[in-house]
């Protein structure tokens, strides 16, 4: 008997120990519709929105609600809904990128619905808000391509303390677009290179050293052409393009100005390179 109560007093100690692990602190509760089929479905969204000790999903198949309690100090529920829709599932916030959605297994493909920004069409109860103008849709990026321009400047001068300055800006630029106000095919892009564009603007932003700047601004430039070419910019951009950058494989970037300024190597060859492509 001895025994078994000890055996008993360690199975409690473990639940308990569990508990306490999987304790959400500063706990908010939220209950959302996101679309999906069945159990592998399920599998997938709550894999994609856990995160250990700030965000539990749960999701039910016959329903499509699914009931999420996050840390409402270090995370939103913007953010797991983003994580959700980047694994290919829409909510009424967010919708999935089209390639995602086209990697889920077939018995996943849900019939999507036609509309899946349920923010941006209503305003409150009952009343629908306008769709956003075009000068809203630009507004959305025109802060994120203005900022790319600023650390593109800073580069082409060397000068790492001023891209990294620049590229705190553009951190916050990316922090605050509003997805819900984007055209549907910005919207799609921008799920597409969310990560990699905060990353290499957050690396930039942390060091001064251009030579390390200029390795993830090639990065950089990719996601931001991705952007801009389903987006408008007030004035055309030219696509352009060095040779001699990273080891001689080549790397583009994006200027405002047809006359070549590299930013990879500044006035050691200030003028190296072409405009390939002009985005209008």
């Known amino acids: 008997m001895k025994s078994l109560s000890k ?37 997938t969204i709550e894999k994609a929105g856990n995160v250990s000790k700030t965000a539990k999903v749960e999701w039910n198949k016959d329903t499509k609600m699914a009931s999420i309690a996050y840390d409402q100090k270090t995370t939103n529920l913007d953010d797991i809904l983003k994580r959700i829709a980047l694994a290919g599932y829409d909510s009424d916030a967010f919708r999935a990128p089209d390639d995602a959605y086209a990697k889920l297994p077939e018995c996943c493909q ?4 036609i509309k899946t920004m349920a923010k941006a069409e209503t305003a409150h109860a009952g009343h629908a808000m306008p769709a956003p103008t ?9 802060s994120v391509f203005d900022s790319y321009f600023d650390v593109k400047d800073a580069l082409v001068k060397t000068d790492g303390k001023m891209a990294s300055e620049k590229a705190k ?16 095919d910005e919207h799609t ?41 389903v987006s408008k910019y ?28 590299n930013p990879y190597y500044g006035s050691q060859m200030l003028t190296c390179g072409k405009t390939v492509e002009t985005i209008k």
């Open 134 to 142: 075009a000068t809203q849709q630009q507004g959305q990026l025109k």
């Open 110 to 113: 849900y019939d999507r619905p």
């Open 234 to 261: 007030e004035v055309p951009v030219y696509y352009q393009f060095c040779p001699m950058a990273n080891d001689n494989k080549g790397a583009n970037w994006l200027s405002k100005e047809n006359a070549v300024k």
């Open 169 to 184: 800006s553009l951190v916050k630029a990316i922090g605050s677009v509003k997805m819900n106000e984007l055209k549907a």
């Open 189 to 229: 892009v921008w799920m597409k290179v969310l990560n990699d564009l905060k990353e290499d603007a957050e690396h930039i932003s942390e060091t001064a050293d251009a030579k390390h700047q200029r390795d993830h601004f090639m990065t950089l430039s990719k996601s931001i052409y991705e952007l801009l070419k």
């Open 7 to 43: 055996i008993m007093a360690v199975i409690a100690m473990v639940f308990t120990f569990t508990a306490c692990e999987a304790q959400i602190k500063n706990e908010k509760k939220e209950t959302v519709k996101i679309y999906g089929n069945c159990n592998m479905c399920k599998s």
